[in-house]
């Protein structure tokens, strides 16, 4: 794999509305590789993500994709070689969930796969294949989520086979899911990466981010705080400091990583 390929952002600073939030931040995600992005609300990690998307401008420094600025690149460009899946995605028409997918795969028009093929390959990849032919907008919060993920899944897909389709960018894609869909979401994601693409998932859920990622940053008031292995990141001391409250991290037998707040036992009553 050529040195240069992979989604970069180099001592990026950002503004928003006046207010520095990213601070000399160096973060890299190669194809084949999940990269979890962690942190407390406010840290950074959604601008992170759009700043490497190409939907924000940094006032310094450099978000780089193969080796080319990103600011450089049009959007059909962009198109063909990311995906992105935002916070909270639009739906301004009365769409089925099959017509929105199929954006996805129309917006590499160049792809030489038949839409149609690409937009059941990703319902079935987020179990959705059953809500084809139901309204969008009519779907419940969960469901309209991996509606729209499913809908970058052929994107991916699509500028894959034209050539690009080397990153997914994933804005917090379990934040409003029961916890089955939540590892339906992540072995998508997962999936992608063991594909070939370059996974960058925002992530509040850490237990998700130890058992699906290869990599995790931390994040900060705009500032990387830490990034490496999740086993190296994820540890008691860093995330307490992180999220400026206890938090235990426990291994257990099969080497899983379980991380959870680590609240003192409720005394009980007297009888």
Do not use: W
Not at 138 to 160: F, I, M, T, W, Y
Not at 162 to 180: C, F, K, V
Not at 218 to 235: H, K, N, S
């Amino acid at each position: 794999m050529p040195e240069a390929q992979k989604l970069e952002a180099r001592r990026l600073h950002l503004r928003r509305a006046g207010r520095p939030v990213l601070c000399g931040v160096d973060v890299a995600v190669a194809p084949g590789r999940l990269l979890a992005v962690c942190g407390p609300n406010g840290a950074g990690k959604s601008s992170l993500l759009a700043a490497l998307a190409g939907d924000l401008r940094p006032e310094t420094g450099a978000a780089l994709i193969d080796g080319a600025p990103v600011a450089a690149l049009g959007a059909r460009a962009l198109a063909r070689l990311r995906a992105v899946l935002e916070q909270a995605p639009g739906l301004s028409a009365a769409f089925t969930v099959e017509t929105l997918v199929r954006l996805g795969a129309d917006a590499v028009p160049e792809s030489p796969v038949e839409p149609a093929r690409l937009v059941a390959e990703a319902l079935d990849a987020v179990g959705m294949s059953a809500f084809a032919a139901r309204r969008a907008d009519r779907l419940s919060g969960g469901e309209r989520a991996r509606a729209h993920l499913a809908r970058v899944l052929a994107q991916l897909r699509a500028g894959e086979a034209a050539g690009g389709g080397r990153y997914l960018l994933l804005d917090e894609p379990t934040a409003s899911l029961d916890l089955a869909h939540q590892v339906t979401v992540m072995r998508a994601a997962r999936s992608a990466a063991d594909g070939g693409a370059g996974v960058l998932c925002v992530l509040h859920d850490l237990n998700l981010a130890a058992a699906f990622a290869d990599d995790v940053a931390l994040l900060d008031e705009g500032r990387v705080v830490a990034a490496g292995a999740p086993e190296q990141v994820l540890t008691a001391p860093a995330l307490t400091a992180l999220y400026r409250a206890p938090i235990a991290v426990e291994r257990h037998p099969g080497g899983a990583l379980r991380i959870a707040p680590d609240l003192a036992p409720r005394r009980r009553s007297a009888a």
